[in-house]
T-cell receptor, first 117, second 112 residues
Framework: DAGITQSPRHKVTETGTPVTLRCHQT?????MYWYRQDPGHGLRLIHY???????DKGEVSDGYSVSRSKTEDFLLTLESATSSQTSVYFC????????????????FGPGTRLTVT | AQSVTQLDSHVSVSEGTPVLLRCNYS??????LFWYVQHPNKGLQLLLK??????LVKGINGFEAEFKKSETSFHLTKPSAHMSDAAEYFC??????????FGQGTELSVKP
């Protein structure tokens, strides 16, 4: 258990409304990630963070923004939700290791199921 | 660029028979490779990882995977399936920056 929680766990919202999902970790890991999971696509990276206030885009970042004002929290915001953003969203962390590949291993939160009507 | 292809979207086996989930990868350097499992309505759990040590990697719950560079494969196996193994399995490769690239997933069904 990597001490990752996500909130809310389920959310239904209307098209055009803003939505913020929260990822919280208790173990001070440097790297955090947001993914979305859709049938037939596996998980796709939305945004990631490599430290407080340090974030970068992933494969499917359009329509999403993120913020990380403290180590333990990584927020994902949909500024104006669309039906194509209906998905399951997973947060992940990776450890900061001393080995070259230590930080590639990621651990996932329980997920947030978002439905945009 | 790195990529991963899971060759079967669905595999069905009988309880007690062997499991084989196939994965091919593409990488321009020596990759890190992973298998994750996701049980229904759950998060993802790391089954095993390959990071350039032994080519035969043992994971949790009796699963193994063998890294074959010549075939660019990282197939997941288990000698005897259990009902609790029914889940979706993801083969994953990392890029040099540490970002993970997921396969499309293989759903494993286990019949009694």
């Amino acid at each position: 258990d990597a001490g990752i929680t996500q909130s809310p766990r389920h959310k239904v919202t209307e098209t055009g409304t803003p939505v913020t999902l929260r990822c919280h970790q208790t173990e001070n890991h440097r790297y955090m990630y947001w993914y979305r999971q859709d049938p037939g696509h596996g998980l796709r990276l939305i945004h990631y963070s490599y430290g407080v206030k340090d974030t970068d885009k992933g494969e499917v970042s359009d329509g999403y923004s993120v913020s990380r004002s403290k180590t333990e929290d990584f927020l994902l915001t949909l500024e104006s939700a669309t039906s194509s953003q209906t998905s399951v969203y997973f947060c992940a962390i990776s450890f900061t290791g001393t080995g070259e590949k230590d930080f590639h291993e990621q651990y996932f939160g329980p997920g947030t199921r978002l439905t945009v009507t | 660029a790195q990529s991963v292809t899971q060759l079967d979207s669905h595999v069905s086996v009988s309880e007690g028979t062997p499991v084989l989930l196939r994965c091919n990868y593409s990488s321009s350097y020596s990759p890190s490779l992973f298998w994750y499992v996701q049980h229904p309505n759950k998060g993802l759990q790391l089954l095993l990882k390959y990071t350039s040590a032994a080519t035969l990697v043992k994971g949790i719950n009796g699963f193994e995977a063998e890294f074959k560079k010549s075939e660019t494969s990282f197939h997941l196996t288990k000698p005897s399936a259990h009902m609790s193994d029914a889940a979706e399995y993801f083969c994953v490769v990392s890029d040099q920056g540490g970002k993970l690239i997921f396969g499309q997933g293989t759903e494993l069904s286990v019949k009694p």
